[in-house]
Each structure stands twice: as structure tokens, then as C-alpha cells.
């Protein structure tokens, strides 16, 4: 659901272990899902997105995963490391009410911390 | 990689003063955007940008807000009469045609006292 005020879920995960990032989306209607990386005091981030039409996709360490059946869209980091904290927001993107154009829709973000 | 930038990092300005923030896409994108993050929450849509026009708006952008390309390199969003509600980060971002990812700033932190 919707998180408000100050506290964002936080994950916390020992530094080479695996760690997964978890979201619930709600707009069937969205083309793609995207997982944003935002470090302190900076801009998000573009990490991996996924079309509607997959299931799985991989990239460097990281793995997307996307079930439709209940909306779910997870990340998955390998060999989790320090420079990997920071909140992590899933997105979905879709096309705009006018038609033909493109907005990047962000859901709540999950801090993760890496224990070094 | 190339980069969007913003400018300032950082504006205080007293409430009901105007602001303007501004931003350089990326060259060759199309599309832009502006977003805006409270302290501590989700990165929130403004507004979308293409041909010259707004394509898209959120509840957020009242009348209070406008975006502006004075130039083939700028786009600037203003608010004209500033609220404490406005004290944020401010993001702007920019995609390219046909592409999926939107390359953002790195924000500008907006503090109305």
C-alpha cells in the first residue's frame, strides 16, 4: 500500500549477501516497470526496466522479476554492496491520458542498508 | 553517460516570492518532465513536456506553476507565488524518442521560509 509521513520500509542486508527489493503495483495498463536507484541527495537513478509482456530480466548483478497474476515486481541484487545503499523505487511506466506520451509513475521506495 | 543539469542546487526564498528553476536536458531528448520529491517521500509528477506544450499535469501543478523552453537548451519551471508546501526537491527529467528511460538531474533543493 501507499507509505506516507518520514519512514520508508527499510531493508537491511550484510554486504555480499543477496538482497530483494519488493513492490505492488497497481495500473495493469502500465508498457513497462522500472526499478529507480536514488543515493542521497541525488536524482533517481535508472537501474533495469522490464516490459508488461516478460516475466524475467536480467542485468549486471541485478534481476528483475514481474507477476502480473498479483501485480507484484521485485529486484534482486547479488553479492549486495556498500556502494549499492540507497532507496530504490519501482516505477511503471505509461502512456499518458493525452495519448502517445510517456510518464514515469514512481511507487514507494524501500532504503536499503548494506552492513558492511 | 550523458547528463541533465539543474540548477541551483539549492534556493531559499520567503514565501509568496516567485522562483524559477532551471534545467538542461540532454541534447538530442524530446521529452520532459518535472517532478518533485518531499523530504523523505516518493517522487511525486508535475508535469510533461513535448512540442512546445504540456502534454500531461498532475493535481500538484495548480496555477501556481508553469514550464517554459525559453530556448532550444532550457526548461524551466516556475512558481509564481511560493507556499511552504513547496520546500522540496525538485527533479527535472528528459527521455528520448522511442526511448524508455528518463535521465534525471540531481534535483534542486527548494526551501520556502
Known amino acids: 500500500g501507499e507509505s506516507v509521513g518520514l519512514h520508508l520500509p527499510t531493508l537491511s542486508v550484510q554486504e555480499g549477501d543477496n538482497s530483494i527489493i519488493n513492490c505492488a503495483y497497481s495500473?495493469?495498463?502500465?508498457?513497462?516497470f522500472i526499478w529507480y536507484k536514488q543515493e542521497s541527495g541525488k536524482g533517481p537513478q535508472f537501474i533495469i526496466d522490464?516490459?508488461?509482456?516478460?516475466d524475467k530480466r536480467q542485468g549486471q548483478r541485478v534481476t528483475v522479476l514481474l507477476n502480473k497474476t498479483v501485480k507484484h515486481l521485485s529486484l534482486q541484487i547479488a553479492a549486495t554492496q556498500p556502494g549499492d545503499s540507497a532507496v530504490y523505487f519501482c516505477?511503471?511506466?505509461?502512456?499518458?491520458?493525452?495519448?502517445?506520451?510517456?510518464?514515469?509513475?514512481f511507487g514507494t521506495g524501500t532504503k536499503l542498508q548494506v552492513i558492511p | 553517460e550523458p547528463e541533465v543539469t539543474q540548477t541551483p542546487s539549492h534556493q531559499v526564498t520567503q514565501m509568496g516570492q516567485e522562483v524559477i528553476l532551471r534545467c538542461v536536458p540532454i541534447?538530442?531528448?524530446?521529452?520532459f518532465y518535472w517532478y518533485r520529491q518531499i523530504l523523505g517521500q516518493k517522487v511525486e509528477f508535475l508535469v510533461s513536456?513535448?512540442?512546445?506544450?504540456?502534454?500531461?499535469k498532475s493535481e500538484i501543478f495548480d496555477d501556481q506553476f508553469s514550464v517554459e523552453r525559453p530556448d532550444g537548451s532550457n526548461f524551466t519551471l516556475k512558481i509564481r507565488s511560493t507556499k511552504l508546501e513547496d520546500s522540496a526537491m525538485y527533479f527535472c527529467?528528459?527521455?528520448?524518442?522511442?526511448?524508455?528511460?528518463?535521465?534525471f538531474g540531481q534535483g534542486t533543493r527548494l526551501t520556502v521560509v
Open positions: 527529467a528528459s527521455r528520448g524518442t522511442g526511448r524508455i528511460r528518463a535521465f
Open positions: 495500473n495493469s495498463a502500465s508498457d513497462y
Open positions: 522490464i516490459r508488461s509482456n516478460m
Open positions: 516505477a511503471e511506466n505509461m502512456k499518458e491520458n493525452s495519448g502517445g506520451y510517456q510518464k514515469v509513475t
Open positions: 541534447s538530442n531528448h524530446l521529452y
Open positions: 513536456f513535448y512540442n512546445n506544450e504540456i502534454s500531461e
